[in-house]
Structures are given as structure tokens and as C-alpha cells.
């Protein structure tokens, strides 16, 4: 049976290590999932805290060197970046390098040829690429996306769905609504709810938020009934709410509606609950082979 492992984002993470490295004990995680330091010293320290820890490792870059990119920038410097970020990623041996990657701004035919040279450059480097859906990158539309899919069929994906439940304006749950291409490419998930007006609820456990958390979570079942059709031993799973915008505030004083930490907490311990029944179910099937989200 495949098994999941959980990890810790850093994203909005107590700089404090021991701090961070007690939450990620605390919600049962065995790796961190953190932005890849470009200067050596940074990747040595990295590198020495999760040998000490014996802590598993994504890599999380950035195409365009931040999450939103320069405008300016064209594919080629996105490309002499990933060059370099992938051979210093390759130093800490990541179970995967988690990309941000391109521009949402590119005409489409930029798109694809920008990935699969991407793409080439991480088979050059020895890594395993996921490409994440991003609003402002590259794979910021499912509908892009599923263009992208038909002309790059061999990409991995890191899926973030609740950018596309902003994007859209709406749960992706439409008879119409048939991402399998993409789901059947999914290798490792980001578990954040998202709603019709924003990526992050206020907080995943509130009743008034119980359609779009079942919705995420029908979305993470197919995409591991998906892995485990394809022979995977093991999916990887990131409880990614995080700060920027994304935590709500209460207006003038800017107090956060909620505790960051104890968010990703709960998400960790519903994901590995939701896991375990989904994994005793009599048979782990996709739901529907021409559309994961039939019968909704």
C-alpha cells in the first residue's frame, strides 16, 4: 500500500530552528519543504540541519527568482536562473525540486517551449522537477495547464489547486471541469484550501468552509488513486497555509483571524486521517476515468 509522508513548510515558519523543527515533530512530518538558498553557506547549513535531523527534502525555486516574476524578464533568463538553481539543489539531493515557473503574461508557444527546456535542463541536472500551479506563473489557468499537458505530456506537477479555485472564481466541481490529464501527472500535492474569493479560507475546520475542504480533498483522492495506479510507493503531501495575504486580518488592528501554525497543524492531522480511510477503502480506484469529479 502506498504510504504518505507529510512535510513542513517554511513558508511563514518561526526563523527560530528549534522552534520549527519541534512543529514539524509535532504534526508528524518527516522532511521540510523550504526555498532552495543560492549562496553556499545557506545550502551548507541547510544541508547540515537535515542530515542532523535526518529530514527528508523538497526544494522549492523560483523560475523567476521570486514568486512574482520581473516583467521584464524573458524565458532566458528564467533559464540561465534554473541552470544555476538546479545544480545547487542537486548539492542537497531534494526528493524533488517544487518550480515556480515562467510567466503568466507569455503567449502560449512561449509557455511550452520555456517548460520543455526546463524540463531538459532538470533531467540534465539529475532532479525531479514538479512544475506548481501558481497564479502569476506559467501554469496559472487549468485551462493553460491542460494545453500545456497535451503538448508536454512527460511534466510532473505539484498541485496547488486552491490558485485555480481563485482563478476560476469558483469550485472546479462543473460536469465540464475534467482536469484528469493534469491529475494523472500530479506527483506531489499542497494541501491549502482555497474559496471562490481568495487561496486560503480563514480556517479549513469552520463549518461554513466544509464544501470547499471536500472538494480539495475529492481532488487529493484522485490524484492518489492516480499515484498508486502508477505503482507509487509513496506521495508527498505539504500543509502549505501560510502569512502574505493569505492569513486573514482583522481590519485596523491587523490581528490574524486565526494561529498560522495551528492551521497547518490541523491540515497535517486531518490529511493523514483522510488518508487512512481512503487507503482501507475496499478499493482505491480513480473515480471516473473520463472525469475525477463525476457524481457531484
Same mark, same amino acid.
Given at each position: 500500500?502506498?504510504?504518505?509522508?507529510?512535510?513542513?513548510?517554511?513558508?511563514?515558519?518561526?526563523?527560530?530552528?528549534?522552534?520549527?523543527?519541534?512543529?514539524?515533530?509535532?504534526?508528524?512530518?518527516?522532511?521540510?519543504?523550504?526555498?532552495?538558498?543560492?549562496?553556499?553557506?545557506?545550502?551548507?547549513?541547510?544541508?547540515?540541519?537535515?542530515?542532523?535531523?535526518?529530514?527528508?527534502?523538497?526544494?522549492?525555486?523560483?523560475?523567476?527568482?521570486?514568486?512574482?516574476?520581473?516583467?521584464?524578464?524573458?524565458?532566458?533568463?528564467?533559464?540561465?536562473?534554473?541552470?544555476?538553481?538546479?545544480?545547487?539543489?542537486?548539492?542537497?539531493?531534494? *526528493?524533488?525540486?517544487?518550480?515556480?515557473?515562467?510567466?503568466?503574461?507569455?503567449?502560449?508557444?512561449?509557455?511550452?517551449?520555456?517548460?520543455?527546456?526546463?524540463?531538459?535542463?532538470?533531467?540534465?541536472?539529475?532532479?525531479?522537477?514538479?512544475?506548481?500551479?501558481?497564479?502569476?506563473?506559467?501554469?496559472?489557468?487549468?485551462?493553460?495547464?491542460?494545453?500545456?499537458?497535451?503538448?508536454?505530456? *512527460?511534466?510532473?506537477?505539484?498541485?496547488?489547486?486552491? &490558485?485555480?479555485?481563485?482563478?476560476?472564481?469558483?469550485?472546479?466541481?462543473?460536469?465540464?471541469?475534467?482536469?484528469?490529464?493534469?491529475?494523472?501527472?500530479?506527483? &506531489?500535492?499542497?494541501?491549502?484550501?482555497?474559496?471562490?474569493?481568495?487561496?486560503?479560507?480563514?480556517?479549513?475546520?469552520?463549518?461554513?468552509?466544509?464544501?470547499?475542504?471536500?472538494?480539495?480533498?475529492?481532488?487529493?483522492?484522485?490524484?492518489?488513486?492516480?499515484?498508486?495506479? *502508477?505503482?507509487?510507493?509513496?506521495?508527498?503531501?505539504?500543509?502549505?497555509?501560510?502569512?502574505?495575504?493569505?492569513?486573514?486580518?482583522?481590519?485596523?488592528?491587523?490581528?490574524?483571524?486565526?494561529?498560522?501554525?495551528?492551521?497547518?497543524?490541523?491540515?497535517?492531522?486531518?490529511?493523514?486521517?483522510?488518508?487512512?480511510?481512503?487507503?482501507?477503502?475496499?478499493?482505491?480506484?480513480?473515480?471516473?476515468?473520463?472525469?475525477?469529479?463525476?457524481?457531484?
Amino acid at each position: 500500500m502506498m504510504e504518505l509522508k507529510l512535510f513542513r513548510s517554511t513558508w511563514g515558519a518561526p526563523e527560530h530552528w528549534a522552534t520549527c523543527l519541534s512543529q514539524l515533530r509535532e504534526a508528524g512530518c518527516v522532511g521540510l519543504e523550504a526555498r532552495l538558498p543560492m549562496d553556499l553557506q545557506g545550502r551548507q547549513l541547510l544541508s547540515k540541519r537535515l542530515q542532523a535531523e535526518g529530514l527528508d527534502y523538497i526544494a522549492t525555486v523560483f523560475s523567476g527568482a521570486e514568486v512574482i516574476p520581473r516583467q521584464g524578464d524573458r524565458p532566458a533568463t528564467h533559464l540561465q536562473h534554473l541552470a544555476r538553481a538546479f545544480d545547487a539543489a542537486a548539492e542537497l539531493h531534494p *526528493q524533488c525540486v517544487n518550480l515556480l515557473a515562467g510567466n503568466d503574461r507569455w503567449p502560449l508557444s512561449e509557455q511550452v517551449d520555456f517548460l520543455g527546456q526546463a524540463q531538459a535542463l532538470a533531467d540534465s541536472a539529475g532532479i525531479t522537477c514538479t512544475f506548481e500551479t501558481h497564479r502569476a506563473s506559467s501554469l496559472y489557468s487549468p485551462w493553460v495547464t491542460l494545453d500545456i499537458v497535451r503538448q508536454l505530456p *512527460q511534466l510532473r506537477y505539484t498541485a496547488d489547486i486552491s &490558485h485555480w479555485v481563485v482563478v476560476c472564481e469558483r469550485l472546479l466541481d462543473d460536469p465540464l471541469d475534467d482536469l484528469t490529464p493534469f491529475l494523472q501527472r500530479v506527483h &506531489h500535492v499542497q494541501a491549502r484550501v482555497g474559496y471562490a474569493q481568495g487561496p486560503q479560507v480563514p480556517d479549513p475546520a469552520a463549518p461554513e468552509y466544509a464544501a470547499e475542504l471536500a472538494f480539495h480533498q475529492r481532488i487529493w483522492e484522485t490524484i492518489w488513486a492516480s499515484q498508486l495506479q *502508477q505503482g507509487y510507493a509513496t506521495t508527498t503531501l505539504t500543509p502549505e497555509f501560510g502569512p502574505d495575504g493569505y492569513l486573514h486580518l482583522a481590519p485596523f488592528t491587523r490581528a490574524a483571524v486565526a494561529d498560522l501554525w495551528q492551521l497547518n497543524c490541523w491540515m497535517a492531522q486531518q490529511e493523514r486521517a483522510h488518508f487512512t480511510r481512503w487507503s482501507q477503502q475496499p478499493v482505491a480506484q480513480p473515480h471516473a476515468q473520463s472525469h475525477p469529479m463525476a457524481g457531484l
